[in-house]
């Protein structure tokens, strides 16, 4: 990078010299001519910037849209996809997400049963939820896409939770 920018300032220099050498031999109109060109030209080239800024506004305005509706549709389609059922056994659970699922022990399922149904309001209860999940299951993270405790998807969670298993 700093080759290519050493490089970009030798040229710039052998202009502006070149130039400087040339500025005596001018008359005035021909002085006038390059002034006008150069006022013509730094505008342009302050159009280009502006240009490439609202374009990139653009861009991350668009993608910020488009994430937004993807992960709308996503929330969405999640509380459907998302489900807990049991082994033959009964000695393990599978939470199945999209086209993959992961394996939960009987105990872990207790201890997440107990979690989510323990008193508290909605924010204490998902907290506690991610705090475990983060200590003990971190692969979850990886299988079912959380961002922190306020994410929509820990919320479809617990309510998957609560709606496939009973307290005792």
Do not use: C
Request: glycine content about 2%; charged content about 30%; aromatic content about 8%.
């Amino acid at each position: 990078m700093a080759k290519k920018k050493s490089k970009t300032d030798a040229v710039r220099e052998s202009l502006a010299k070149e130039l400087r050498s040339i500025i005596p031999k001018l008359d005035s109109e021909g002085l006038a001519f390059l002034v006008e060109q150069s006022r013509i030209h730094l505008y342009n080239m302050q159009v280009q910037e502006l240009n490439k800024a609202a374009h990139a506004a653009n861009s991350a305005s668009s993608r910020k849209a488009s994430i937004a509706k993807a992960k709308k549709a996503d929330v969405s389609s999640k509380k459907t996809s998302l489900r807990i059922e049991g082994s033959e056994t009964g000695s393990s659970y599978y939470l199945y997400y999209r086209n993959s699922n992961l394996m939960f022990s009987r105990g872990e399922m207790a201890h997440l049963v107990k979690l989510v149904n323990a008193s508290g309001t909605d924010m204490e209860i998902r907290e506690r939820l991610y705090n475990w999940i983060e200590r003990e299951r971190r692969d979850i993270f990886a299988f079912l896409p959380i961002a922190n405790k306020f994410d929509e998807q820990l919320k479809v969670l617990v309510k998957t939770i609560k709606k496939s298993f009973k307290p005792r």
